[in-house]
C-alpha cells in the first residue's frame, strides 16, 4: 500500500520561503500525477500545484512565479519550493498521488505565515 509522507512545514514571516517534500513508500517512477493541495480553515481543499509522470506541471493561478513543484524520482520524493510566501498561504499542505484508480494522500503539514 501506498503511503505519503509530508514534512517541511512551519512558520515564516511574509516573504519568506518553506521546502515542503513528499516522500512516498514506493516508486513514483510510474505514478502519473504527484501533486500538492492545500486547506484553509473553513474553506474547500484546493489544487495548488502538479506534476506529471513526464515532467508537465501545472499551477493554481494564486501560486504562479512563486511555487516550483519538483519530482526526484531517484529519491521517490516531491518538493514544492515556496517563495514570496503572503498569509493568504496558511492552510495545512496534502501531497498527493494519483494513478487511477488509485488516489492516496497524505496526513498533511501545517504552513503558518505570519509575522
Known amino acids: 500500500q501506498v503511503r505519503l509522507v509530508e514534512s517541511g512545514g512551519g512558520l515564516v514571516q511574509p516573504g519568506g520561503s518553506l521546502r515542503l517534500s513528499c516522500a512516498a513508500s514506493?516508486?513514483?517512477?510510474?505514478?502519473?500525477?504527484m501533486g500538492w493541495y492545500r486547506q484553509a480553515p473553513g474553506k474547500q481543499r484546493e489544487l495548488v500545484a502538479i506534476?506529471?509522470?513526464?515532467?508537465?506541471?501545472n499551477y493554481a493561478d494564486s501560486v504562479k512565479g512563486r511555487f516550483t513543484i519538483s519530482r526526484d524520482n531517484a529519491k521517490n520524493t516531491v518538493y514544492l519550493q515556496m517563495n514570496s510566501l503572503k498569509p493568504e498561504d496558511t492552510a495545512v499542505y496534502y501531497c498527493?498521488?494519483?494513478?487511477?484508480?488509485?488516489?492516496?494522500w497524505g496526513q498533511g503539514t501545517q504552513v503558518t505565515v505570519s509575522s
Open positions: 498527493n498521488g494519483k494513478t487511477l484508480p488509485a488516489n492516496v
Open positions: 514506493v516508486s513514483i517512477f510510474n505514478i502519473d500525477v
Open positions: 506534476i506529471t509522470s513526464a515532467g508537465t506541471t
